[in-house]
């Protein structure tokens, strides 16, 4: 069977994948392949916004990932979720609409990454957005991806508000407007009630283009390297393993474990790393797989002196009928998120930007539907999550061996930094603090997690340690810059191959301080414009 030949490949139709794709295939000269190991985005828990923390266990839509045994927090396999689907992550996450700190891009820049400080990037995150603002000086208007306001009538969203204000804290309308430090409800990519990934906002309006071909099903096994250029892609689709030619440019958007795992199974990456694992180098790149960087989160949670919505709205008989009401209208509880607010704040005020997150929700994440008679209603609760921003802890992604089929070895290495440990443990005693003031000391009860008890600086950190995850935004294994550890250069092509660039969240030179699926879309946007010579 001859070999097929297309223009550009991209591999991954994930937050970046398929932006790349879609604006590519803009140009109808061009002819793009878009591979895919997960399958249709079809599902109706896809869709659903209210039950995003469900996918990252689902069996067909999350790849199952962990890490290896993680040494500074007692030895815990932690899960590490991405999407197998199309939109990858951006089909599971928590559609929360997120830039981090305009000074972020700026370090990048600082850091060798030229022609991606703020101002420069700040174009690409405005031409993929339909903000409900409307077009303006930090937002776009007419993008792909629709991005609306969260919003919460819980009383206790109010509370936090109030408490935040009369404690000088900062109440913000937009966290891109500039400086991120405070409190807000964030914007969220949804559209009419319905999960609003980059397959939906990107892809799909796009379907009938006949220069678009989007294979799914298709676990990639190498690029195939020749004389230095990367000139085809090696893939399985059913048990059978097919070869597809690129004229022009392969992408590589797989994100930070699938990206570093696809370049050092084509030979790219640490040299005694791949002869160790019986793989033939084609290129000694060092850096290819190392300097993972993950946001560190910590939950806590508090009984609530009063009933919250949430907590009712589970009961059988009124979720049942607000699936209906979702399912006819599009709105309802099913196209929310619990979400009550979110706090951008320092440990110490000398700081330039915010290095810690508190996230906010009006539920008990372990809350399950009920009835009464048949199960028992869990008791309402206030969760706090509490990330560190800029970690300093440092891991890996390296191959199990030569086998493309097997899952890469995350190592996290969470809490290696004792100042990540430090911040938690900051960040634990401000949560504390915070809800037991002002309004919101109306609304919280008894902790319940990790438990009043648990004051003194050894106890916390055996709290953390013991509960430590991440956010889901892994970043930094193939990452972008001018030293020897740098894998791409600012143009995102790999080092001393040509034909072949990376473009997702793996190429970001320091993990920013914010969420990364929209700075994923914006390195699609500003990727595809450098391919096509825009």
Known sequence: MATLTYDYVVIGAGSAGCVVAARLSERPENKVLLLESGGADKDIM?????VFTMLQYHPTLDWGLWSDPEPFANGRKIKAPRGKVLGGSSSINGMMYSRGHPSDYDEWAQMGAEGWSHDEVLPYFKKSERNWRGEGPNHGGSGPLNVIPYTSDEPITKAIRDTAQALNYRLLDDFEAGNPEGFALPDSTIRRGRRASTSQAFLTPIRNRLNLTVV????VTRILIEKGRATGVEYVK????????????????GGA????????????????????????????????????QEHPLVPMGFVTKKP???GQALRADRLTLSVLQWLLTGRGLPATVPLSNIAYHKSQPGLSRPDLETVFMAANMMAKVWFPGFRKKQPDMLTTLNVVLRPGSRGCVKLRSDDPLAPPRIQFNLLQDPDDLRLLRHSLRWTRDFVRQGALA??????????AALDQDAALDAYIRKTVATAHHPTSTCKMGIG????VDPQLRVRGIRGLRVADASIMPRLIGGHTNAPSVMIGEKVADMILGN
């Open 308 to 310: 919250l919505a949430f």
């Open 238 to 253: 059913d048990g059978s393993r097919q070869t597809v030619h690129a004229d022009g440019e392969i992408v590589l958007s």
């Open 484 to 487: 020897a550890d740098a894998v």
């Open 257 to 292: 474990y699938a990206s570093p795992q696809i370049l050092m199974l084509s030979g790219i990456g640490p040299g005694d790393h791949l002869r160790g694992v019986g793989i033939q180098v084609e290129r000694d790149l060092a850096g290819v797989g190392q300097d993972l």
């Open 216 to 219: 799914t099903g298709a676990h």
């Open 442 to 451: 109306e609304f919280v009860g008894a902790e319940s997690f990790p438990g």
């Open 46 to 50: 896809v869709k659903m916004p209210l």
